[in-house]
């Protein structure tokens, strides 16, 4: 079974500094990784995804993700935070099952930018 | 277009009762999936439903259910309510659920259990 594993449960970083929330992958085939956030009260937004090609992701909001085959890794990545982009992060992989897809989503990591 | 539409947006109930959620996804979108989200846990697939098909499930106990109407709406159900079931329950739709689609999510159910 395809699974993603979040090692952080929470990320502080100083605002105007880089960030980095880290997201870890188990698949088997070519694996289909998704970032989504939550701020308070919401549901999930969708940030960006991989599929094929270039390694790294540019997606909504000023964020992107690097795609490591080697390391099986797919980190969320932003040049400089914002206290805005507090909020909660998870990973997630589409898995193929029973004829259909579903997504495999991580535990999340909670991002907290300070002014 | 509107987006995910779930209510009600609260729900305060006691063990051993039933709930009903519901779930309106997007205008065109036929793929409603469902799920629960606690703290420590992350999101736990529940359920998906395509053309009133109910076409994955996860690994939940009978005492949920779900289905889906003709207009795309889904309802989810919750029989014998228990204490761990307090949990925010959330809704995605998309047009398919196939391919590298992105999930629309509403703003979910947050039930409590007393």
């Known amino acids: 079974a395809q699974s993603v594993a979040q090692p952080e449960d929470q990320v502080n970083v100083a605002e105007g500094n880089p960030l980095t929330v880290k997201c870890t992958y188990s698949v088997s085939g070519n694996p289909y990784l998704f970032w989504y956030v939550q701020y308070p009260n919401r549901g999930l937004q969708f940030l960006l995804k991989?599929?094929?090609?270039?390694?790294l992701v540019k997606g909504s909001y000023g964020f992107e993700a690097e795609f490591n085959k080697s390391q099986t890794s797919f980190h969320l990545k932003k040049p400089s935070a914002l206290v805005s982009d507090s909020a909660l992060y998870f990973c997630?992989?589409?898995?193929?099952?029973?004829?259909?897809?579903?997504?495999?989503f991580g535990t999340g990591t909670r991002l907290k930018v300070l002014a | 277009k509107a987006g995910v539409t779930q209510t009600p947006r609260y729900l305060i109930k006691t063990r051993g009762q039933q709930v009903t959620l519901s779930c309106s996804p997007i205008s065109g979108h036929r793929s409603v999936s469902w799920y629960q989200q606690t703290p420590g846990q992350g999101l736990q697939f529940l359920f998906e439903y395509f053309s009133e098909t109910q076409r994955n499930k996860g690994n939940f106990p009978g005492r949920f259910s779900g289905r889906q109407f003709s207009n795309s709406r889904s309802e989810m159900n919750v029989s014998t309510l228990e204490l761990g079931d307090s949990a925010l329950y959330l809704c995605?739709?998309?047009?398919?659920?196939?391919?590298?689609?992105?999930?629309?999510f509403g703003s979910g159910t947050q039930l409590s259990v007393l």
């Open positions: 991989y599929i094929t090609g270039d390694n």
């Open positions: 995605a739709s998309s047009a398919t659920g196939q391919g590298g689609e992105k999930l629309f």
């Open positions: 997630a992989v589409r898995e193929w099952e029973k004829g259909t897809y579903k997504y495999i």
